[in-house]
């Protein structure tokens, strides 16, 4: 019977390096001939994308939080059922830009929804999964703003790039508490530092846990 694959999250903020630490820790998987596949979230599959595409533009008409809180799982519900669950049964590994962390810091500290309500939907469409390894890029505020608004210059902001620092300082403390609360599966890394080192961090990590050599 095929063993199941390794479920690992990136998580942080606008501007800390998550879409180059993914592509990095993908290109050691394959040195490692370690079969994975490379997802994220909200998306992952087309369904699952048409619905980001709803969270993510910006409109006339606002959307609720609570509205966005249901299709956040609703996009989750697809991407697990459709692709993570498929692949991890597979045996592949599955590295994925956020996850459920990220609801709990951008619509739980961010948008102020109850974290209970958070918990009831991870229940419902998560039952038992949860990542083996959470990799949380963590920089202040206004350095990783800087660095998206540097990086997105002359791209239209999508919904959550056009908030300001305030919600960005309550979602990173937010994702701070979460780390606080489950050390043991989210690593804490200072996404200020250059990213060869960050990388080197992630590659230690896995390592310690004796998933690679």
Not at 28 to 48: D, F, K, M, S, Y
Not at 90 to 117: N, S
Not at 185 to 194: G, Q
Request: charge should be neutral.
């Amino acid at each position: 019977m095929t063993a199941a694959g390794r479920f690992i999250t990136l998580e942080g903020i606008e501007g800390v390096g998550k879409t180059t630490q993914v592509a990095r820790l993908s290109e050691a998987l394959n040195q490692h001939h370690i079969g994975h596949i490379v997802t994220r979230e909200p998306g992952g599959t087309p369904l699952a994308e048409s619905i980001r595409a709803v969270v993510l533009t910006a409109r006339d008409e606002p959307l609720p939080p609570t509205a966005e809180l249901l299709l956040m799982f609703a996009a989750r519900a697809v991407h697990i059922a459709n692709h993570i669950e498929p692949n991890l049964r597979a045996g592949r590994w599955v590295i994925c830009d956020r996850f459920t962390d990220a609801t709990y810091a951008y619509q739980g500290g961010g948008r102020g929804l109850p974290v209970k309500h958070i918990g009831e939907l991870e229940s419902m469409v998560q039952g038992a999964l949860r990542p083996d390894l959470t990799i949380l890029l963590d920089a202040p505020v206004a350095k990783a703003l800087a660095r998206a608004q540097a990086r997105n210059a002359g791209s239209p902001e999508d919904r959550f790039e056009r908030e300001r620092g305030e919600f960005f300082e309550r979602v990173r403390a937010a994702y701070m508490a979460r780390a606080a609360a489950e050390p043991d599966r989210i690593a804490v890394l200072d996404a200020s530092r250059p990213a060869d080192a960050v990388t080197a961090r992630i590659l230690a990590l896995l390592t310690a846990r004796s998933w690679i050599s």
